[in-house]
Each structure stands twice: as C-alpha cells, then as structure tokens.
C-alpha cells in the first residue's frame, strides 16, 4: 500500500509564502500523475497542479505564477511551493499520486489513486 504524509502547511498572511512537502513511500519516478489538490469548506477538490509522466506541469489558472510543483525522486518526496499567497488559497491541501499506468490526463481527483491525509493552509487577508 502506497502511502503519502503531507507537511508544511500552517498559517500566514497574505503574500507570505509556503512550501508545502508530501513524502511518499515509493519513488515517485514510478508514478504516471503526481498532485496537489485542495478543498475549501463547501467547495469541490480541485487540481492546483500537477505532472503528468515526463511533461511539463500544469497549474490551475489562479495560482500560475505563484506557486511551483516539484519532485525529487531520490528523496521520494513531492513539493509545492506556494508564493503570493492570497485569502482564496485557503483551504486543505492533498498531495496525491496515480500507478505507473498510462492516463489521458492528470487534472481530474478520480485519475489518482493514492491520496495523503492532508494539510491545511489558512491565509489572512
């Protein structure tokens, strides 16, 4: 069982930043999708970004420029570094992952197959 522990959120204030870590017991090499998602209260989980095999990351549109998805395989660990933050990225965050199978996509939560417990970010205004 593919288990992910996130770390690194907590508080701060607006245009303060994060980094965000999710340590995975297998190399992330192995996996086809890697992300980050978040929910606020009331709101459905959405994709903040992710990697898709060997291509370039993709970000959703309010966060590009601000915040950065990496891995570092032999330290088995994904990050997302969070700059600029703003009072609507509040929210919990999951780093989560796919099998090493092909996937059209990675945007979409019902693509991943591993998902850690989460870490919430809040952030004042």
């Known amino acids: 069982q593919v288990q992910l522990v996130e770390s690194g959120g907590g508080s701060v204030q607006a245009g303060g930043s994060l980094k965000l870590s999710c340590a995975v017991s297998?190399?992330?090499?192995?996996?086809?999708?890697v992300g980050w998602f978040r929910q606020a209260p009331g709101k459905e989980r959405e994709m903040v970004a992710s990697i898709q095999g060997f291509g370039n990351p993709i970000y959703v549109h309010s966060v590009k420029g601000r915040f950065t998805i990496s891995k570092d395989n032999a330290k088995k660990t994904l990050y997302l570094q969070m700059n600029y933050l703003r009072a609507d990225d509040t929210a919990m965050y999951y780093c989560?992952?796919?099998?090493?199978?092909?996937?059209?996509?990675?945007?979409?939560?019902?693509?991943?197959?591993?998902w850690g417990q989460g870490t919430q970010v809040t952030v004042s205004a």
């Open positions: 989560a992952t796919s099998s090493s199978e092909w996937r059209p996509s990675c945007i979409t939560a019902s693509t991943y197959d591993y």
């Open positions: 297998i190399n992330p090499y192995d996996m086809y999708c």
